[in-house]
């Protein structure tokens, strides 16, 4: 079994970010074929991983349904299963140590549930053959609700460092207790620091008040900023950026 990693949080709090960093880390720091599964329907983390997407499952998807439909022969007599099992290594995307999956949007209207779930089996299925699975998620509450976050090793939810975005992360955490997913460890990450945050008690006050084990912060880092600003992969960071050198400490303590 390997080790999956997903993230949680209010939009723009740096989910997408962290979860690019964490794969450089596991591919510089780990043994073992990395995963990265980008499940936001808005997805980018191919730019902050600086990888083309020439696949994703939800293009994929149409034609799924419509071999779920039909009656006809498939091609070369295959199985549903195996007919799944193809087009999911189809949308398999090779990058320089790591793979990287992409859902994309479902094409066109409808209800995807039959063909979702049958995807769903396949990418836990896909997930097993790899040492770590990184999946960046969507902002808000829903991927917890529909279940994507289901058998996590290690759930970071992300913040920002106010007392409301505090909170907000401290709900999605009750929220995955209630939902009684199978997640191991959720820890909760302040993102995007500022000088101070650290001393500032009434965060601290808030922050040890969620129920929620705190991780800690990841400073701003302009250079973040810049490198967006230029398109540039946020992975390229030179190795001593803060924001970098911070999160690595704190993935050091985190995955075994
Ligand atoms: N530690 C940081 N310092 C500075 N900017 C950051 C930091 N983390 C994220 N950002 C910036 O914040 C914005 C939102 O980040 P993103 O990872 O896309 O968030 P999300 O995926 O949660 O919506 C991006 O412009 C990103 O470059
Ligand atoms: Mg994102």
Redesign the pocket.
Known sequence: MGFSIAVA?K???????LCGLTIRYLTENKRGAVLAVDADANSNLNEVLGVKVHATVGALRETSLAAVKSTAPRPGGMSMEQLFDYQIQQAIIEAKGFDLLVMGRPEGAGCYCAANNIIRKYMDKLADTYRYTVMDNE?GLEHLSRRTTQDTDLLLI?SDPTVRGVMTGGRIGELVKELDLNVKRTVLIV??ALNGNSEDKTLLKVIEQQGVEFAGF????EL??EY?LSGRPLVQLPRDSK?LTRFYAMLDTLIA
Not at 11 to 17: A, C, D, L, N, V
Not at 218 to 221: G, I, W
């Open positions: 949080g939009g723009g709090t740096g989910k997408t970010s902002a992300i993102n995007r990841v400073p701003s880092d973040i900023f967006d924001a």
